[in-house]
Structure formats: C-alpha cells, structure tokens
C-alpha cells in the first residue's frame, strides 16, 4: 500500500516574541533574524519530505508568511492571542487531507528522511489513535499526527509529550535524530548544528563567533 499525503500545520509565533530562550545565542545576528531562520529550514525540510502534500503555515507574523509562501507553503492567519494548541486546531481545521501532522517550527537540522520514516509509521498501529514523537529529551512534543476522521486535539507546551499520551496519543519510539532535535537554548542549537542545520540557520551561524558550538 501506498503512503497517503500528508497535511503539515506548522505555527509560528510573531518573530519579536518567538524562541525567547534563544534571545542573545548568536551574537551579532537579530534574535528575530535567527527565529525566521529556524522556521525557514524547518520549512524547506518539510516541504522536501515526499509524504507531505500540503503544508500550512499558522501565523500572523507577516515576514514569516512571505518566506512560507515563497517556499511553496499555504498560510492561514493566526488566531490572535488563542496560544499555539489553538493555532494547531486552527491550521488542522483549514485542510482536506485526510492525514494530519503537527510539528514545531524549530527544526533546523530536520532531514526530509527522518520526517518521512516519522509518518510512515504513524500509520501502524491501532486504528483511529493518534501518534507522536517526543523531542530529544524525552518531554516536550515536535511531531502529532492524526488519522482520517480523528482530532489533532494538541496538547503542546511543558510537559506536552506526557499531556499527549495521557490524552490517548501513542508514542512513536524510533530514533529520528534530526526530528526530535527542536531548539529551545544555546546548548539545543550546538547539538542542531553537530547534526547539520538547514542553509539560513547555518549561515547565521557562519557570521557569529562559533566558539559557542564547540564549547
């Protein structure tokens, strides 16, 4: 059997107040500039993944919709001060694809493989469960799919991959590296970039001092 398309709904927050944990990572380099390009390569990784038919950007910060919009993804505006669960459903409800992925906009390092094998298996196990995967450290959420005809119903924020297993949601427990590899600090961007990060993160990188990513 063939691998069904995947919809993507990927939110981003206003780059003035996103990743503020980041602020200050890079000096020299505008903490917005930096936040516009861990969504930029997460982008261009998912939209690179065969699997996914449609993405779509939840978002209502206007310079990350023009980028999402040249890179080939749909955006539909945020709904104002809902919070990011809510900008899931929303992005989740502006689609007909029977599949439905959530992800995180802070994937630099992701690979087109890794979300791929992700989603394929998404599709074992029982039927009409929802699936995600857990980020690096085992707490947080970077990827929930939904079947056909069942709700995202997100549960992202502190503690989400406990909130999504408790909700029904199966953990998938392969070993994606550059999927589970989100960015939330200094020491989340080194182990990104010892993977290898997408062409505007990397070229931040490339224009501030990199003793930071060794140290």
């Known amino acids: 059997m ?3 398309r995947w919809a993507a709904v990927v939110p981003v927050k206003r780059l003035t107040v996103a990743k503020s944990r980041l602020r200050g990572a890079l000096p020299g380099v505008p903490h917005e500039e930096l936040a516009l390009a861990l969504a930029a390569d997460t982008l261009r990784a998912v939209l690179a993944c065969p699997a996914v038919a449609e993405v779509l950007v ?3 910060d206007q310079r990350v919709a023009t980028a999402a919009r040249a890179a080939g993804a749909r955006t539909v505006a945020d709904l104002p001060d ?3 669960n809510a900008a899931f459903r929303h992005g989740a409800a502006q689609t007909s694809a029977r599949w ?3 992800l995180t906009a802070d994937l630099p390092a992701l690979r087109p493989d890794d979300l791929a094998a992700a989603l394929l298996a998404a599709r074992h196990g029982p039927e009409g469960v929802r699936r995600f995967v857990a980020d690096a450290p085992g707490t947080g959420t970077v990827l929930l ?3 056909p005809d069942v709700d995202l119903d ?3 924020g502190v503690g989400s991959a406990v909130a999504h297993e408790a909700s029904g949601a199966v953990p998938l427990t392969d070993d994606w590296p550059s999927l589970r ?3 939330d600090t200094a020491g989340d961007l080194a182990a990104a970039a010892r993977l290898g990060l997408g062409p505007r993160t990397a070229a931040l990188l490339a224009t501030a001092n990199p003793a930071w990513v060794t140290s």
């Open 181 to 183: 590899r989100d960015v």
């Open 2 to 4: 063939s691998q069904p």
């Open 100 to 102: 439905v992925a959530g």
């Open 145 to 147: 799919a939904a079947p």
């Open 154 to 156: 997100p549960r992202f």
């Open 58 to 60: 939840v978002t209502d």
């Open 82 to 84: 809902a919070g990011l």
